[in-house]
Each structure stands twice: as structure tokens, then as C-alpha cells.
């Protein structure tokens, strides 16, 4: 019986280790799929902007957005500068942050939508939920 115990200890490695090159290229995979979905479609960066201020306690006072050149293209293309004014946002261009990357301010409250941290927390719940349903 400890014959077999050793054989089986290696095959149970390669296991992990495949599942393991399996992970990182599927997260890889995910992470490239959803940088081309946030640069080609626009709806991506506009829900994100509700969503976000949405989170913010909305008081009458101005929202400051800063986000990625091209995604304020976006948010611009979406709302007329009558509608910025409405809605008292003041969009500022931060060519440093990545698309789909949001950094919100309103008074006191700020909120920070990161894509990485945002992929990064929805790769953990997927994972999380595979090895629930796996038994592990």
C-alpha cells in the first residue's frame, strides 16, 4: 500500500501544478478580454461612471471624474457639457491611470474603481466559487 501512496504523491503534484498553469492562463486570457471590451466598447467605461457615483453621497455638491484620456472622450461624447453642468461633474483627464480605471470625488468622499483590482476581485469570487463546487 505505500507503493502506491508514493506513486500516487507525484501525480497529485503534477495535478496541482497543471491546475495551477491552467489558472494563470485562463486569468491572463480574462484580463486581455476585458482591457479590448473596456477599449472597444464605450458602454463599459459609462457604466462604470454610474455605478461609481452612484456609490456617493450626492448632496449638491460637484463630482470631480478623472479618468484615462480616451475614456473622457467617452464620458464627453455621452454627455453634452449642458448635462456635465446639470450634473455638476467636472471631468479631468489623467493620462497616467489605465483605461477603464475611474477615480471619483465629491466633498469629503472619494471612491477608486481600478480595472486591475476589479479583475483581480472577480478572478478570487470565480475561483472561490469553482472550489466550493469542487469539494475542495
Known amino acids: 500500500m505505500k507503493l502506491a501512496e508514493q506513486l ?11 491546475e495551477n498553469q491552467m489558472v ?12 479590448v471590451e473596456v477599449q472597444t466598447n464605450p458602454q463599459v467605461i ?11 453621497p450626492m448632496a449638491g455638491r460637484t463630482i470631480t471624474l478623472q ?12 454627455y453634452n457639457e449642458d448635462d456635465l453642468a446639470d450634473r455638476q461633474w467636472k471631468l479631468q483627464a489623467e493620462p497616467a491611470m489605465n483605461r477603464g480605471d475611474l477615480h471619483v470625488q465629491s466633498g469629503d468622499s472619494n471612491v477608486d474603481f481600478f480595472m486591475d483590482d476589479r ?3 472577480l478572478l478570487e469570487q470565480f475561483q472561490g466559487v ?7
Not at 494563470?24 to 482591457?35: H, N, P
Open 8 to 18: 500516487a504523491t507525484p501525480l497529485q503534484q503534477l495535478d496541482g501544478e497543471v
Open 24 to 35: 494563470a492562463m485562463v486569468t491572463s486570457l480574462a484580463k486581455e478580454l476585458i482591457r
Open 46 to 56: 459609462l457604466q462604470t461612471v454610474r455605478e461609481v457615483i452612484a456609490e456617493l
Open 67 to 78: 479618468l484615462h484620456p480616451d475614456d473622457l472622450a467617452i464620458v464627453r461624447d455621452a
Open 119 to 121: 479583475i483581480r476581485q
Open 130 to 136: 469553482n472550489k466550493q463546487h469542487g469539494g475542495e
